[in-house]
């Protein structure tokens, strides 16, 4: 079945650098578009990051971008989030997201709090 780990997530001071992994398993890794998801304390979960299924092509929500990169390796099946300048209201779980023939999954999260 399916399955979406995500790791990489910890406590870091603002201005600091996070990696986040999220290794995928289950299904065909190189054909699908992946994508990351934050939900901060007691706000709706919120699209971060996208990247099709070459790499060719990615997307980022406003708040991040030019400080969030989104990658993957197809061989290692595991897509990548590469967080830089953290900001205080980047402490959210991070989800890893999938659709694969018409069913959604998520991965079981991954903290990341930005504080001094």
């Known amino acids: 079945q399916v399955q979406l780990v995500e790791s990489g997530g910890g406590l870091v001071q603002p201005g600091g650098s996070l990696r986040l992994s999220c290794a995928a398993s289950g299904f065909t890794f190189s054909s699908y578009f992946m994508t990351w998801y934050r939900q901060a304390p007691g706000k709706e979960r919120e699209l971060v990051a996208g990247?099709?299924?070459?790499?060719?092509?990615?997307n980022y929500a406003d708040s991040v971008k030019g400080r969030y990169t989104i990658s993957r390796d197809n061989y290692k099946n595991t897509v990548y989030l590469q967080m830089n300048s953290l900001k205080p209201e980047d402490t959210a779980v991070y989800y890893c997201n999938v659709w694969v023939n018409g069913l959604d999954y998520w991965g079981k999260g991954s903290l990341v709090t930005v504080s001094s």
């Open positions: 990247i099709t299924y070459t790499g060719g092509s990615t």
